[in-house]
């Protein structure tokens, strides 16, 4: 079966600091995709950063970035200069087959706090 | 902002009623998802729909039934709803444009079965 974990079921950090939220996936695809997801309290389920799994530069966006290592299989994310804002449900995800449904499998998440 | 609305956004329904959930779409995407969200689990794949009349299950469907009768619209059913139904649920999209996968999520419903 293809799964996602996610083996930090809390975390938290100060402000202004860096934070690495980790992720593993099994998966027998050799081309994909790998996503974090944010869920602050208003539930809202937010896209935060891809990763093709064919390109060996790492994604960033803004302050968040991951360290992707595909032979591994690992897909951790960093959040830099961590803000108040930032606290949220952080869940990773990916596809398990690729074409087809397009469904998406995410692990159970990571509960981010960010201490003043 | 994919354009995705719930209704209702908040439920409590009692055990045994039936309950239908609403997901809407303003883009004409193809692919549509339900998922529930439980403490500890997730987000867990109900049914999903790849065009009208094309649905399919997801690893949590007993209890659930589907219908996509206009691309905008996927709604969700609970035949005869169960404490165990207690939940979340979120309606996705997959954008017809833009990266394989990548999906976006509506507001999410409370569903509360007393």
């Known amino acids: 079966a293809q799964t996602v974990t996610q083996s930090q079921p809390e975390m938290s950090v100060q402000e202004a600091e860096t934070v690495t939220l980790s992720c593993t996936y099994d998966?027998?695809?050799?081309?994909?995709?790998l996503f974090w997801y944010k869920q602050p309290p208003s539930r809202q389920m937010i896209l935060v950063i891809r990763?093709?799994?064919?390109?060996?530069q790492n994604a960033t966006e803004n302050r968040f970035s991951v360290n992707f290592q595909k032979a591994a299989k690992s897909f951790s994310l960093k959040i830099s200069d961590s803000q108040l804002g930032d606290t949220a449900m952080y869940f990773c995800?990916?596809?398990?087959?690729?074409?087809?449904?397009?469904?998406?499998?995410f692990g159970k998440g990571t509960k981010l706090t960010v201490n003043p | 902002d994919a354009g995705i609305t719930q209704s209702p956004r908040h439920k409590v329904t009692e055990t045994g009623t039936p309950v239908t959930l609403r997901c809407h779409q303003t883009e004409n995407h193809r692919y549509m998802y339900w998922y529930r969200q439980d403490p500890g689990h997730g987000l867990r794949l109900i049914h999903y729909?790849?065009?009208?009349?094309?649905?399919d299950k997801g690893e949590v469907s007993d209890g659930y039934s589907v219908s996509r009768s206009k691309t905008e619209d996927f709604l969700l059913t609970l035949e005869s709803a169960t404490s165990s139904q207690t939940s979340v649920y979120f309606c996705?999209?997959?954008?017809?444009?833009?990266?394989?996968?990548?999906?976006?999520f509506g507001p999410g419903t409370r569903l509360t079965v007393t």
């Open positions: 990763q093709e799994a064919y390109k060996q």
């Open positions: 996705a999209i997959r954008k017809s444009t833009g990266p394989t996968y990548e999906q976006y």
């Open positions: 729909s790849y065009g009208v009349k094309d649905t």
């Open positions: 995800a990916f596809p398990p087959a690729q074409g087809g449904s397009e469904k998406l499998v």
């Open positions: 998966t027998s695809e050799n081309n994909y995709y």
